[in-house]
Each structure stands twice: as structure tokens, then as C-alpha cells.
């Protein structure tokens, strides 16, 4: 846990930013910062938003305090990418930046950044390399250095990102803090200057995964303006089974790893075996080589097709490792790329089928924690290996949450990342949370049906398993009106029959809710065996949802058990 906001969570917004801007002057790290807001604005902010929550405004983020990597735009606010002859000044943010602050969230500033977003070390920027937060000899990690630093100093509550090979997962390992990077377009990149267009993505960095994830819910969702953002799917996964199966690196797939690395993952491993999780291991070397096409194949034109203009103007203040990735991209043929993308379309088939059968992969987030010195002596080297584990992501359209794993032996922080298939996001918190240990995980993805069940579906009864293979959340339990009766069919399992016999002429009946995506609500429908049905239910909290019943014949036929008030204490009483 950071020092700092954190503690003043309750706070009013004006008190908040008082503190951040009392912690910026404790701290003395004006290399976190491209444009810093004075307090004067920001305060003026949220005083503003105070009169709006006065009102009686629905704000999900009132008051937390926003820092966001000056590669994105915030309106007003000079966007430079870390070049400062590439300033402009955007009249409108992104829609990423606008959400958060139509959400409540009250913006800081711009932070620092290895430039144009290339770089996993934080130090390739002319405005300093950013130290990091807890050991200033070492590296803070990139490229989304200032806003990691931001938030692991306790001066901003959330911090934008972007993520190409791993600028939002990085730096997070670093600093003991969480980041989330969602499946591709999600997150709509609009007012973001591009890395590598198509494998962009905005991330979000906070001290503990409900927050990340509370922040990321309000970016996400499509928007005219980025033409590669996505919806979820009709049939999104919304929660991981509750004994999931997480597959790590064999040993040799894991040979990059620093020591102290290579126990701190084990002891991480270890303890989510105790918390219930399966593990197995998996041949990740396929990963790892697609991982190469990011910087050593032809897909680094992306890169030049962004800034290379620009760059061939020979402006001032260009980083030279940066320029030189660049411009290598410079001429590369057509057909390489063409021959990348193939590869590409390959790597992603086998990513599909090596994670079919796991709810997730962990690995380590990055291989070891360099010193600004070492970095400076082997700039592309060190960058090199830190990206072994992440680069591959957004290449084959994966998503990642990046959390706290066991600290190293020396106490420094070490961190993991759950990767899960496309749209497998809110599989990946869930299973964050087992690392976190948050016993309630968060919702991420609010899409979909709520189901009310009454018996062989109910968590621990023998079909409840076709729920979780839709990836089926529980919403809570549930009771219905005093118009239904329940009944005992005789059917294979046994279950029990709702029906609807009028208001006052039946009793409360105890249930579970769930939430199901729409075509796993479809998929169950269709195979639905007679004599059961899907139906209009009446809550007694005044809800109606979709419900399990069975045809009136069969009830009739039935044994009637509705003094029992549900079908588990019925089963008790047998």
C-alpha cells in the first residue's frame, strides 16, 4: 500500500487535492511531471464538483485525483510524447480522459514518459529519467513512467497509461501497484498520439485493484471517434469458475528471470494453490517467439508510420535510442510487414488453442529490477528482456491484469500478470483478486441478464457447472413474491418446479441470482429440457427478472414443498 490519498479516501475533493499537492512538494519529484495544473485549477475543480454532488450528481469517481501520460490528451494541456517540439494543444481530451472526468475524477496533470511510448525503462525522455518511488537508484519502468510513479508516491488516486509491449503492466511491477490492460480496443485510443496503432492500448494504474477496476469500467466502451474500439461481445464471460485453473511457464520458459524473480513467482504460485486454484504448466515458448515480432520483425513500421515524419525532420530534443528504433523502420519492405502479418494471424490461432483449456495464464510480469545505471550502460539490451513476458500481448490480442505478486527477498516489489484470451477481462480480475486477496472481486464488465435459479442450478447443486461454463456471475440471493409455489419434479437430477399461482396464494421462495451474458442466456435457453421453462419472475424487492418455472402440468403432478421455502432446505429436510 502507497502513502498518501489513500488514507484520505473519505475526503471532500477540495481536501484531496490539498493533500496531493502537499505530498507533490514532500516528494520533490519534478521529473514525474510534463505539465503540472496549478493547485488554484484544480482546487477551482473540485470545488465545482462539490456544488455538483451538493445536487444530488451520480459521480462513481467524485474526487479521485487523476495523473494521465502526456502521450494522451487532456484538452488544453500541451500533449508533448516526451518531444517537446512535438507540442500541440488539443482542444478536446480523449475519450478515455473525458470519461474518468465526466465520472467525477479531477486531473492533476500531464506525466512524463520514455518517449513516443517506446521503452519499458522510464529514462528516455528529455525532461529526466523517472526515478523510482521506492528506491530512486532504480528504474520506475516505462514507457508509462511518471504515471506509475504518480500513484505509487500517493499523489494521484488513478493514473492513465498506454500499453504497447507492456507500458502498463511494467511499471506496475515495479512500484507494488496494479494495472490493467484490457483486450484491444476496449478502451477506445482516440486522442492518443500511436505507438503502434492497432496493438495500442490506454491503461489504468491505482494502488488496488478496485480502484483499477472502477476506473477502467467508466473508460471502456466503443466510440465513433476510434474506429478500432469494440464492444463486449454477446457472449462475454463474466465471471471465473470459483475453482479455476491457472496455467504458469514451464521452468526452461522461464530462464530470464533474475533469482530473487524466480522465487518470489514460485512463492506466488504457491499461494494461489492455496487459495484454491489449480495449476498446471504450459509450453509458452510459441508466445515468447511471437513476442519478437513487436521490435525485431517488420510490425515496428506501425512506429514509423506514426512518427516517422516527423522524425525526419531532425527536431530537437529527440532521445536517441528512440530515434533509432524509429528510423530502422524506416525502410523496411511491404511484404516483410505482409509476411509479419501472417505470422501474426498464426501466433494468434496457437495462443487460442495453447490458453483453451485454462481460465488464465500467470506469469511474471518482467524479469528483474535494473538500476538507472545499468540501463544507461545497456539501453536497448535491458529494455530487451524486461519485455519478455509482456510484449507478446497485444500482438495476439490478449488481455492483462498486472498485480502485486510475493515481494523479493530483499523486500522489493515483484509483480505478476494474469493474461486470458480476447474479452476474457473480467476472468482475469477475478482471478487477480485470488493474488489481491480481495474476497469480493470487482465487476468490470456490466453487460448482461440477470437469471434467478431455485434448485438443481443453485451454487453446490449438481448442474450449477452449466452456469460457470457460460461464465455466469453471482449477483446475490435472491427471494421471489408470495405468488409462487414450488414443487419436487421427479426429473434426473431432482429439481424443483416454480410456478406463479397469484398474489398471496403461494409463499417467498429463496433463490440465486445470476448474471449471464446474452447468448450464454440464449445457449441455456435452447437446451433447456422439458418440463422446465424461462419465465418473468417477481422479486419481493420489487425486481422482476428472468427466472426458472416449469410447465403447469407437471406441477400438478408434483410433489408440493413450498412450506420449505426453497429447494435446499427442502433437500435439508430429507
Same mark, same amino acid.
Given at each position: 500500500?502507497?502513502?498518501?490519498?489513500?488514507?484520505?479516501?473519505?475526503?471532500?475533493?477540495?481536501?484531496?487535492?490539498?493533500?496531493?499537492?502537499?505530498?507533490?512538494?514532500?516528494?520533490?519529484?519534478?521529473?514525474?511531471?510534463?505539465?503540472?495544473?496549478?493547485?488554484?485549477?484544480?482546487?477551482?475543480?473540485?470545488?465545482?464538483?462539490?456544488?455538483?454532488?451538493?445536487?444530488?450528481?451520480?459521480?462513481?469517481?467524485?474526487?479521485?485525483?487523476?495523473?494521465?501520460?502526456?502521450?494522451?490528451?487532456?484538452?488544453?494541456?500541451?500533449?508533448?510524447?516526451? =518531444?517537446?517540439?512535438?507540442?500541440?494543444?488539443?482542444?478536446?481530451?480523449?475519450?478515455?480522459?473525458?470519461?474518468?472526468?465526466?465520472?467525477?475524477?479531477?486531473? +492533476?496533470?500531464?506525466?512524463?514518459?520514455?518517449?513516443?511510448?517506446?521503452?519499458?525503462?522510464?529514462?528516455?525522455?528529455?525532461?529526466?529519467?523517472?526515478?523510482?518511488?521506492?528506491?530512486?537508484?532504480?528504474?520506475?519502468?516505462?514507457?508509462?513512467?511518471?504515471?506509475?510513479?504518480?500513484?505509487?508516491?500517493?499523489?494521484?488516486?488513478?493514473?492513465?497509461?498506454?500499453?504497447?509491449?507492456?507500458?502498463?503492466?511494467?511499471?506496475?511491477?515495479?512500484?507494488?501497484?496494479?494495472?490493467?490492460?484490457?483486450?484491444?480496443?476496449?478502451?477506445?485510443?482516440?486522442?492518443?498520439?500511436?505507438?503502434?496503432?492497432?496493438?495500442?492500448?490506454?491503461?489504468?494504474?491505482?494502488?488496488?485493484?478496485?480502484?483499477?477496476?472502477?476506473?477502467?469500467?467508466?473508460?471502456?466502451?466503443?466510440?465513433?471517434?476510434?474506429?478500432?474500439?469494440?464492444?463486449?461481445?454477446?457472449?462475454?464471460?463474466?465471471?471465473?469458475?470459483?475453482?479455476?485453473?491457472?496455467?504458469?511457464?514451464?521452468?526452461?520458459?522461464? !530462464?530470464? +528471470?533474475?533469482?530473487?524473480?524466480?522465487?518470489?513467482?514460485?512463492?506466488?504460485?504457491?499461494?494461489?494453490?492455496?487459495?484454491?486454484?489449480?495449476?498446471?504448466?504450459?509450453?509458452?515458448?510459441?508466445?515468447?517467439?511471437?513476442?519478437?515480432?513487436?521490435?525485431?520483425?517488420?510490425?515496428?513500421?506501425?512506429?514509423?508510420?506514426?512518427?516517422?515524419?516527423?522524425?525526419?525532420?531532425?527536431?530537437?530534443?529527440?532521445?536517441?535510442?528512440?530515434?533509432?528504433?524509429?528510423?530502422?523502420?524506416?525502410?523496411?519492405?511491404?511484404?516483410?510487414?505482409?509476411?509479419?502479418?501472417?505470422?501474426?494471424?498464426?501466433?494468434?490461432?496457437?495462443?487460442?488453442?495453447?490458453?483453451?483449456?485454462?481460465?488464465?495464464?500467470?506469469?511474471?510480469?518482467?524479469?528483474?529490477?535494473?538500476?538507472?545505471?545499468?540501463?544507461?550502460?545497456?539501453?536497448?539490451?535491458?529494455?530487451?528482456?524486461?519485455?519478455?513476458?509482456?510484449?507478446? =500481448?497485444?500482438?495476439?490480442? +490478449?488481455?492483462?491484469?498486472?498485480?502485486?505478486?510475493?515481494?523479493?527477498?530483499?523486500? +522489493?516489489?515483484?509483480?505478476?500478470?494474469?493474461?486470458?484470451?480476447?474479452?476474457?477481462?473480467?476472468?482475469?480480475?477475478?482471478?487477480?483478486?485470488?493474488?489481491?486477496?480481495?474476497?469480493?472481486?470487482? !465487476?468490470?464488465?456490466?453487460?448482461?441478464?440477470?437469471?434467478?435459479?431455485?434448485?438443481?442450478?443453485?451454487?453446490?447443486?449438481?448442474?450449477?457447472?452449466?452456469?460457470?461454463?457460460?461464465?455466469?456471475?453471482?449477483?446475490?440471493?435472491?427471494?421471489?413474491?408470495?405468488?409462487?409455489?414450488?414443487?419436487?419434479?421427479?426429473?434426473?437430477?431432482?429439481?424443483?418446479?416454480?410456478?406463479?399461482?397469484?398474489?398471496?396464494?403461494?409463499?417467498?421462495?429463496?433463490?440465486?441470482?445470476?448474471?449471464?451474458?446474452?447468448?450464454?442466456?440464449?445457449?441455456?435457453?435452447?437446451?433447456?429440457?422439458?418440463?422446465?421453462?424461462?419465465?418473468?419472475?417477481?422479486?419481493?424487492?420489487?425486481?422482476?427478472?428472468?427466472?426458472?418455472? =416449469?410447465?403447469?402440468?407437471?406441477?400438478?403432478?408434483? !410433489?408440493?414443498?413450498?412450506?420449505?421455502?426453497?429447494?435446499?432446505?427442502?433437500?435439508?429436510?430429507?
Amino acid at each position: 500500500m502507497t502513502a498518501g490519498l489513500l488514507d484520505t479516501a473519505t475526503a471532500a475533493p477540495t481536501a484531496r487535492v490539498a493533500a496531493a499537492y502537499a505530498r507533490i512538494a514532500e516528494v520533490d519529484r519534478p521529473e514525474v511531471w510534463i505539465t503540472l495544473r496549478s493547485r488554484e485549477e484544480v482546487t477551482a475543480d473540485a470545488a465545482a464538483l462539490e456544488a455538483r454532488l451538493a445536487e444530488g450528481a451520480d459521480l462513481p469517481l467524485a474526487g479521485l485525483l487523476l495523473a494521465v501520460k502526456d502521450n494522451v490528451d487532456v484538452a488544453g494541456l500541451p500533449t508533448t510524447a516526451a =518531444c517537446p517540439t512535438f507540442a500541440y494543444t488539443p482542444a478536446e481530451s480523449a475519450t478515455a480522459v473525458r470519461r474518468l472526468v465526466e465520472a467525477g475524477a479531477l486531473v +492533476l496533470g500531464k506525466t512524463n514518459l520514455d518517449q513516443f511510448a517506446t521503452g519499458l525503462v522510464g529514462t528516455r525522455s528529455p525532461y529526466g529519467p523517472v526515478r523510482n518511488a521506492l528506491r530512486p537508484e532504480l528504474v520506475s519502468g516505462g514507457s508509462s513512467s511518471g504515471s506509475a510513479v504518480a500513484v505509487a508516491l500517493g499523489i494521484a488516486d488513478i493514473a492513465i497509461g498506454t500499453d504497447t509491449a507492456g507500458s502498463g503492466r511494467v511499471p506496475a511491477a515495479l512500484h507494488g501497484i496494479v494495472g490493467v490492460k484490457t483486450t484491444l480496443g476496449i478502451v477506445p485510443t482516440d486522442g492518443v498520439v500511436p505507438a503502434c496503432a492497432d496493438f495500442d492500448a490506454v491503461t489504468i494504474f491505482a494502488a488496488d485493484l478496485p480502484t483499477a477496476v472502477a476506473a477502467t469500467r467508466v473508460m471502456a466502451g466503443p466510440d465513433t471517434a476510434d474506429p478500432r474500439s469494440r464492444s463486449w461481445p454477446a457472449d462475454v464471460r463474466l465471471a471465473a469458475p470459483a475453482r479455476p485453473t491457472v496455467a504458469v511457464p514451464r521452468a526452461e520458459d522461464l !530462464t530470464a +528471470l533474475s533469482e530473487p524473480y524466480r522465487a518470489a513467482f514460485a512463492a506466488t504460485v504457491d499461494s494461489l494453490r492455496d487459495r484454491g486454484v489449480t495449476v498446471t504448466e504450459l509450453d509458452i515458448s510459441g508466445l515468447l517467439d511471437a513476442a519478437r515480432l513487436l521490435y525485431d520483425g517488420a510490425l515496428v513500421a506501425e512506429r514509423y508510420a506514426a512518427v516517422g515524419a516527423f522524425l525526419d525532420t531532425a527536431p530537437d530534443g529527440l532521445d536517441p535510442t528512440v530515434a533509432a528504433i524509429i528510423a530502422a523502420a524506416r525502410d523496411l519492405p511491404a511484404h516483410a510487414f505482409a509476411a509479419d502479418l501472417d505470422t501474426l494471424a498464426h501466433a494468434r490461432a496457437a495462443a487460442r488453442a495453447l490458453l483453451a483449456d485454462v481460465d488464465g495464464l500467470l506469469l511474471p510480469t518482467t524479469t528483474e529490477h535494473p538500476t538507472l545505471a545499468a540501463v544507461a550502460e545497456d539501453p536497448v539490451g535491458i529494455n530487451r528482456r524486461m519485455g519478455t513476458y509482456t510484449n507478446f =500481448c497485444n500482438l495476439l490480442d +490478449l488481455a492483462a491484469v498486472a498485480v502485486p505478486g510475493a515481494p523479493t527477498a530483499d523486500g +522489493l516489489p515483484f509483480g505478476v500478470t494474469v493474461v486470458v484470451p480476447t474479452f476474457g477481462d473480467q476472468v482475469a480480475v477475478d482471478l487477480a483478486a485470488r493474488i489481491t486477496g480481495d474476497d469480493e472481486p470487482p !465487476t468490470l464488465v456490466v453487460t448482461g441478464i440477470d437469471l434467478a435459479v431455485f434448485g438443481a442450478h443453485l451454487r453446490g447443486q449438481p448442474l450449477h457447472w452449466q452456469l460457470e461454463a457460460l461464465g455466469a456471475r453471482f449477483a446475490g440471493a435472491v427471494t421471489t413474491t408470495d405468488a409462487y409455489r414450488l414443487t419436487a419434479l421427479d426429473t434426473v437430477p431432482p429439481k424443483p418446479g416454480l410456478v406463479r399461482h397469484g398474489d398471496g396464494l403461494g409463499a417467498p421462495i429463496r433463490g440465486e441470482l445470476f448474471r449471464v451474458s446474452p447468448a450464454g442466456l440464449g445457449t441455456f435457453l435452447a437446451e433447456l429440457p422439458a418440463p422446465m421453462a424461462l419465465t418473468a419472475v417477481e422479486l419481493a424487492d420489487g425486481r422482476t427478472v428472468t427466472g426458472f418455472a =416449469c410447465t403447469y402440468d407437471a406441477a400438478v403432478a408434483a !410433489t408440493d414443498i413450498t412450506e420449505h421455502g426453497g429447494w435446499v432446505d427442502y433437500l435439508r429436510s430429507r
